[in-house]
């Protein structure tokens, strides 16, 4: 029974899940932003350097072995797959979307040669194999093998070669010099696909070998000696090493989810990727030695994506990974690969009582345990220690479990800090935990709050410290209202023998002073606040009086009733501001106000009100001018002016 559904299934899967992108652990990782999808890596030994081809941005991303992007291949319509020439001069890609096959110098990135391919023929998968360059072309059961003849004069391509199977999708094509005459092909688009060796030491293959492994595979490496290869796929099956000569199976290596791609390094350590859906470990690691346990290390909290993107450098000392192709691709580089993940975790309270006993334990974990007696060193930071203070080591139990005791001398975040320096066979790693350590509240008090002042008034300020440890600084801060006076530190300095420290402020709007203690190890920081008001001046004038009189116990302005006076209100400035105009007469027992109202002040601070009309002679009367708060603004306290008394004659 033959079936393409589970490819096209997996592909909805991808585009419809909801995928985050958050790196984990690795050596290093870097963004490879000139690529936006990533389809088939090659790693350059002899100029370290590492193609990425990428068919979504039609183009081949040049980088260095950090995943620096040093250049790129551009004009290469959906480009698929990538192989090298054995000695690294050429770079041969696969062309997709042009119907051709182009040669690239590995030196200087320069186009040296291409090769068509047929029109419609759209090739996808190379391998490099006895002078010739062999490509899987076509789509699904139009699929077939060809070649380019790179010995002939004139390099000849030759289409058809496909003998003993009927390929459901382009095979996926594998070669390696130190088994010259074998070329491998897998039919990776159908589950009944199989592996298919063919022997192509005349020029033209022959089916050696052929076997069904249930299909769907996702990717593959030969070994070193180009003898076997391992496979990954299909389904959630291990990965699995086959004999070219026979596909008997070798050795099998257990994973827990959809292995995606595979790498052999120079002396067989196979590296896989799975699927990972779950987020609990991405890359495996499995030593040539298969009594000793997977090594697991958790990259990207991603899904990782298929395609071969994962390879061993040359000389087989590190790894490379390119993952999180949904957004950015990122270029993981695994330093050590072959040592086992060491995976650290530190557990302190949350928070604990200065100057007692608390307890941090925690646990050091690898694939490959560690014994018993392995030491860990053991850091405290802390507001006395700001560079941290060691508080030794200390050495692992069963399990990989570690506790101690620890009197913290400091209040405050207390951070506990736990390495493991690693050894022959496991990484180092680093962990800790921050507990919240009390401190006592001290004394603070800052005088005058609620209290009115005049404008301008200079007021002395005190703030008072109680007892503390060893900080003894205070800080007052003035903040007046108002958007346009910004917040001002007008005090700082240690407190004086009684604990006090003191300011004077000219009080021109109501003001919100501070008093801050920054704290210490001991005591908690601290501050308090003083909220005073400020009056504003106000000057009251009144012209066209034809004399003044002291009479009626103040001093009266005369005027003739053919004349308005002009009364003048003169105030601080302030943008939108305005004074209360009220009116009063005497009405042989009271005052009783007769006008009222608001008058905007000019940029000056004045405003001239004209009172007209015809009053009547002899009535008294007085008027005053007033600041009220909120009635055009509020950065000073309600004002009223002082009374001016006038009357009217013939």
Same mark, same amino acid.
């Given at each position: ?91 041969? $890609? ?44 076509? *789509? ?79 990717? $593959?490496?030969?070994?070193? *000696? ?11 099956? $291990? ?62 909290? *991603? ?11 040359? *000389? ?335």
């Amino acid at each position: 029974m033959r079936s393409l559904a589970a490819a096209t299934t997996l592909a909805v899967l991808f585009s419809s899940a909801a995928l985050t992108a958050t790196p984990a652990f690795a050596d290093s990782v870097k963004p490879v932003s000139a690529i936006e999808d990533a389809a088939d890596t090659v790693v350059d030994g002899t100029h370290q350097r590492v193609f990425i081809s990428d068919p979504s941005t039609n183009q081949i991303a040049v980088t260095d072995g950090t995943g620096a992007v040093i250049g790129t291949l551009t004009g290469l319509p959906q480009v698929r797959d990538l192989t090298l020439s054995p000695d690294d001069g050429t770079l041969y $890609a696969a062309v997709y979307g042009a119907d051709k096959i182009v040669a690239f110098d590995t030196a200087t990135l320069a186009q040296t040669a291409e090769y068509a391919t047929g029109t419609g023929t759209i090739p996808s998968r190379l391998a490099y194999a006895d002078g010739k360059l062999w490509f899987g072309y076509g *789509d699904q059961w139009d699929s077939d093998l060809g070649v380019v003849d790179l010995t002939a004069e004139t390099p000849t391509v030759t289409l058809g070669l496909a003998v003993g199977h009927d390929f459901a999708s382009p095979p996926a094509l594998y070669a390696d010099p130190d088994n010259p005459g074998t070329l491998l092909a897998l039919d990776t688009g159908i589950s009944s696909g199989p592996i298919v060796v063919y022997d192509i030491s005349s020029g033209t293959p022959v089916l050696k070998v052929t076997e069904d492994k249930g299909g769907f595979y996702k990717d $593959a490496a030969l070994t070193p *000696d180009g003898q076997n290869v391992v496979v990954a796929g299909p389904g959630t099956r $291990a990965l699995t090493e086959y004999r070219l000569s026979d596909l008997a199976e070798v050795r099998t290596y257990p994973v827990p989810s959809n292995p995606l791609t595979v790498s052999v390094a120079p002396d067989g350590t196979v590296a896989a990727t799975v699927l990972d859906t779950d987020d609990v470990g991405d890359t495996y690691v499995f030593p040539t030695d298969a009594s000793k346990p997977v090594n697991v290390r958790n990259l990207s909290h *991603d899904w990782m994506p298929g395609g071969h993107l994962t390879n061993w450098t040359a *000389d087989g000392s590190k790894l490379f990974l390119v993952t999180d192709t949904y957004y950015t691709p990122q270029f993981r580089v695994v330093d050590e690969p072959r040592k086992y993940a060491a995976t650290l975790t530190v557990n302190a309270p949350a928070s604990a009582p200065r100057a007692k006993t608390l307890t941090v334990s925690g646990t050091l974990t690898a694939n490959l345990a560690l014994p018993a007696g392995t030491p860990v060193t053991v850091t405290r930071t802390d507001l006395e220690s700001p560079n941290g203070k060691s508080l030794g080591t200390k050495s692992l139990g069963t399990g990989g479990k570690f506790s101690f005791t620890d009197v913290p001398p400091a209040g405050g975040k207390v951070t506990y800090r736990v390495t493991y320096a690693g050894d022959a066979e496991h990484t180092g790693a680093t962990a800790s935990d921050t507990v919240d350590v009390s401190r006592a509240t001290p004394a603070l008090t800052l005088n005058n709050n609620g209290k009115v002042y005049s404008y301008g008034q200079d007021v002395k300020f005190t703030a008072h410290l109680g007892t503390t440890y060893k900080n003894r600084t205070v800080e007052i801060w003035a903040n007046p209202y108002g958007a346009d006076k910004p917040n001002t530190l007008v005090k700082k300095g240690t407190v004086n023998s009684d604990g006090n420290l003191s300011v004077v402020v000219d009080l021109k709007r109501k003001t919100e002073l501070t008093a801050k203690f920054a704290g210490d190890s001991r005591y908690a920081p601290r501050s308090v606040v003083s909220k005073v008001g400020a009056k504003v001046s106000i000057s009251t004038s009144v012209s066209g009086a034809y004399k003044t009189k002291y009479t009626w116990n103040h001093t009266y302005y005369f005027f003739r009733q053919s004349k308005d006076p002009i009364v003048t209100a003169t105030l601080p400035p302030y943008g939108g501001r305005t004074q209360l105009l009220q009116v009063q007469y005497w009405s042989g027992t009271s005052w009783v106000t007769t006008y009222r109202e608001y008058f905007k002040l000019d940029s000056a601070g004045k405003s001239a009100v004209q009172l007209t009309g015809t009053p009547p002679k002899g009535v008294r009367f007085r008027v005053r001018n007033s600041y009220v708060s909120g009635s055009g603004d509020s950065v000073n306290t309600t004002t009223y002016g002082s009374w001016k008394y006038f009357t009217f004659t013939s």
